[in-house]
């Protein structure tokens, strides 16, 4: 913590005095949830001054102290303060930096020496993207499959063409052969499946634009899970992506 | 160019008047390549302002009048203007409005009912995403493969393992069996592939961070490219996503 309280410096009338600050990021919950559980918490510490950010599936909250930057008091007020908020949002929290959730996860996935595979349809990539934009990536992360036709799940993923014919591309089923297929065909530890409809075309009455499933397969067993996410093209699929990517973090923590 | 005229309206001393602008972007030169080449055209329009925008890869000119926007020069000589940019930057030009360098690609490959593969190194899967941003990209994209590792490029794209072992993963050879291997594997029309090192980790005195070889599989045959890139990690791999995509568009025009 002594690193965060004394580095950030800004300039306040032409003297150079440190700002007392704590900051953290969370994720797997609504954004507007997420507010709701922690805004009776902050409004409680009228000397700190409490900024909210969030995109599609992450939320970060950033407390400044607003007195003097010198007091004892600061650092015990900041302190009681984000103990509050993550006792308040428990394992949602994923980092006291700047670092992504990408990074959060990599980590945890290089401490444990297991590895990552995706198969990914709406998201088309993205997941993959955000993984690799981490430096080292490849000690974790073995690569996936952008199976965005039904041929490509049939004969890269091993997704039984009975189950896509009955089931359809965007269900649990397919999801869940899907994190199996990839977890496999990578010799991954861990495989992460996306399949949804991202819009603004393809939603349905009985499936709607935001309808995403997600598999996961590890060596204990395979899950999915179903999700109904609100916004475009863009928000459901970023959000797709944190979710999964969540999942994989809170599962092998 | 109707519309492009009498839409854009900003307020000016509190009237509406319509802004006379002109837009254009173009990819696969350097950014500083493009503004020295347009520079000494646009220098010789002092009644148009140019604003010239650049993200790795891409670089978009904005043309605005600045004097009376009824009077019928505007027109005439913002239409003169971008001629001569247009003359000067031939097929680097790929839009004369604000849709991505995806966007573009994707209602070329529609025009000519051909479908794209990809097969992502170092990219990790920006390019699927890039691509899967566009709403209705399953009528051209036919999904890829994130080959991070040495045995997915064997394995899942047919990279012979003698020359992964001779030439290493990121040579033209590998990137040639890449792009071949997805375009197969997805029973494609284009095959385009990544393999490079990105950074900041992974460079040799041989192959320095920023060496980036591509290939591209045509039913006329396969080609590679290799690019030696600057910039950070995250500058490499969106200007190799962006050279990437801009050779499929010109190689299929």
Redesign the interface.
């Known amino acids: 913590m002594v690193e965060q309280c004394v580095l950030p410096l800004i300039r306040r009338e032409r003297n150079i005095v440190p700002v007392r600050s704590r900051h953290l990021k969370a994720a797997g919950e609504a954004e507007s949830k997420v507010d709701a559980r922690v805004e009776p918490i902050y409004k409680n510490y009228p000397n700190v001054e409490t900024t909210i950010l969030s995109s599609p599936g992450i939320v970060s909250l950033h407390f400044t102290w607003r007195g003097d930057p010198f007091s004892k008091e600061a650092e015990t007020v900041l302190d009681e303060l984000v103990n509050h908020i993550e006792a308040e949002l428990g394992h949602s929290v994923f980092t006291h930096s700047e670092e992504s959730l990408a990074a959060v996860l990599g980590n945890r996935l290089r401490a444990r020496s297991l590895t990552l595979a ?1 198969a ?1 349809s ?8 955000l ?3 981490v ?4 000690e974790f ?9 039904d ?2 799940k049939r ?2 993923l091993g997704v039984r063409a009975s189950d896509l014919e009955q089931y359809g591309a965007v269900s649990e089923v397919v999801a869940g052969q899907m994190a199996a297929g990839v977890r496999s ?3 991954a530890d861990v495989g992460l499946s996306v399949t949804g409809i991202a ?3 393809g939603g349905r009455p009985e499936k709607p634009v935001g309808t995403v499933y997600l598999g996961l397969s590890l060596a204990r067993g395979d899950q999915t899970r179903s999700l109904f996410l609100p916004g475009g ?2 928000a459901v ?1 970023l959000r797709t992506c944190h979710l999964a990517l969540d999942w994989v973090r809170r599962e092998i923590t």
Chains 1, 2 share one sequence.
């Open positions: 995706t990914e709406c998201t088309g990539g993205w997941i993959g993207k993984l690799t934009d430096s080292g990536s490849s992360f073995r690569g996936g499959v952008v199976s965005y036709s041929e490509a004969d890269l065909r990578f010799q819009g603004p075309e093209r863009e699929r």
